[in-house]
Nanobody, 123 residues
Framework: QVQLVESGGGLVQAGGSLRLSCAAS????????MAWFRQAPGKEREFVAA????????YYADSVKGRFTISRDNAKNTVYLQLNSLKPEDTAVYYC????????????????WGQGTQVTVSS
């Protein structure tokens, strides 16, 4: 079992930055691939970024490539998402997710989810 708790969301102006964190419980964090998803009002949950178990591979949605950076610190059981050059269309609830072994972009393949953190970007 893995419990995930996100933090770091907030209100920011367009062009600004935020850093999201996702703290995981348990001693097997380093065996989980991690990902960030987001869900805007009235829209389906969408993939944002993912990172392999050792952090050696990352993958981004085209909409955030070059602006967002995913990273992890296995010693701290934490995964991060740095959000730069934010746009109003980035407004959403951001969720972190975990699954064993390899990462996917399909939300249905993830076993564990956090409660989400709200990111609001004003124009």
């Amino acid at each position: 079992q893995v419990q995930l708790v996100e933090s770091g969301g907030g209100l920011v102006q367009a062009g600004g930055s935020l850093r999201l964190s996702c703290a995981a419980s348990g001693r097997t964090f380093s065996s989980y691939a991690m990902a960030w998803f987001r869900q805007a009002p009235g829209k389906e949950r969408e993939f944002v970024a993912a990172i392999s178990v050792n952090g050696g591979r990352v993958y981004y949605a085209d909409s955030v490539k070059g602006r967002f950076t995913i990273s992890r610190d296995n010693a701290k059981n934490t995964v991060y998402l740095q959000l730069n050059s934010l746009k109003p269309e980035d407004t959403a609830v951001y969720y972190c997710a975990a699954r064993s072994d390899y990462y996917y972009t399909d939300a249905a393949k993830y076993d564990y989810w956090g409660q989400g953190t709200q990111v609001t970007v004003s124009s």
